[in-house]
């Protein structure tokens, strides 16, 4: 919305009667008058009131500083370089003057006696162009807002787009791109990545006792408690409504498991309390790496490590198993299972 202003009108004489002169002269022209009488008073008006002044007309004969140094003077500032000057001049009128009045910066010289009439229009032409411009600068600002207000949605898109909105960690969409990443880095540097999934044991007796509130609060501190314990290099991902995966570039086995069983001891003692309950969660986690397994795909170390989870939740929950050793005590249990 553009603001209302009263365009203002320097006009410099060192004479106050020549000042009033004009000022009654003109007194229907719409615009707020401010009189100097000498050009280092005028620099003060133009400092005080900036950008507000539409026009400068100024007298050519001062003692100190004349229209002319006053003129180049307005022009040599950035604030007012482009501030519109007329020149008045009682005295002088040949074309050395004049033509000196325009090289100062002036756009147009008047000589005295002028004719009213047609300095009112120029001054009306000047305040209507200082208008112009004002909501011109107006726009332009609404647009930058607008720009920023754009842009600034579009971070928030682009963040919901990759992140889970309860949680702010990544979500699952960004899983596998993410973690294609990681792997092309290791197949090239022969560096090894972990892959850590972390679920939440018997978590639905939460949301049927407590409700999907207090479920959603569990859901969120965890994932604070499982951030605090991460590098600034890991990646956390919300997988599924209880299910988080953490992938930890150049990590081993061994550095995977102490960062799983940190948070499984954290999570153990932790409480979960807001103002109407309190409750305490176990995780189990399992674990896999991309040296140990050597996977094609993305898949398949996700479900090596989900197979660890699975064993650790089939073996009493709140343990931290890695995928090999699970594989091995699965196939026993099939073997035993065969020969019975």
């Known amino acids: ?72 003077l307005i022009r040599g500032w950035e604030q007012t370089q482009k501030l519109p000057i007329i020149l008045l001049s009682a005295v002088y009128s040949d074309n050395y003057h004049v033509f000196k009045g325009y090289n100062s910066g002036a756009v147009d010289f008047i000589t005295k006696p002028f004719q009213p009439a047609i300095l009112a229009g120029k001054i009306n032409f000047f305040i209507e162009l200082h208008h112009q411009q004002r909501k011109l600068r107006e726009l332009v600002i609404e647009l930058e807002q607008t720009k920023q207000l754009v842009m600034k949605q579009n971070e928030i898109l682009e963040k919901q787009a990759v992140h889970d909105e309860l949680t702010g960690l990544y979500n699952r969409r960004t899983l596998m791109n993410i973690i294609q990443q990681e792997i092309d880095k290791c197949r090239k540097t022969n560096s090894d990545l972990a892959v850590v999934i972390f679920d939440l044991d018997r978590f639905e007796n939460v949301n049927d006792v407590f409700g999907y509130e207090f479920g959603d609060y569990v859901i969120q501190e965890f994932a604070r408690l499982l951030q605090s314990c991460i590098r600034s290099v890991d990646f956390a991902f919300r997988y599924g ?85 699970a594989s091995s005590a699965l196939a026993k249990r099939l073997n035993l299972m065969t020969l019975q």
């Open 241 to 325: 409504c209880k299910k988080f995966i953490l992938l930890m570039p150049k990590s081993d086995l061994d550095e995977a498991t102490a960062t799983a069983e940190k948070v499984r001891k954290l999570c153990l003692v932790k409480d979960f309390i807001n103002q109407s309950h309190s409750i305490r969660v176990t995780v189990s986690v399992g674990i896999a790496s991309y040296i140990k397994h050597r996977p094609k795909k993305c898949e398949d170390i996700l479900n090596s490590a989900d197979q660890a989870l699975r064993y650790a939740k089939e073996t009493g929950r709140n343990k931290v198993v890695i995928s090999s050793s």
């Open 1 to 72: 919305m553009m603001s209302k202003h009263k365009a203002k009108i320097l006009i410099v004489d060192d004479n106050p009667k020549n000042l009033f002169a004009l000022e009654t002269t003109f007194k229907d022209i719409d615009a707020e008058f401010v009189k100097a009488t000498s050009g280092n008073n005028a620099l003060k008006e133009i400092l005080r009131h900036g950008n507000d002044f539409a026009l400068a007309i100024l007298d050519v004969r001062m003692p100190e500083m004349d229209g002319y140094e006053l003129s180049q």
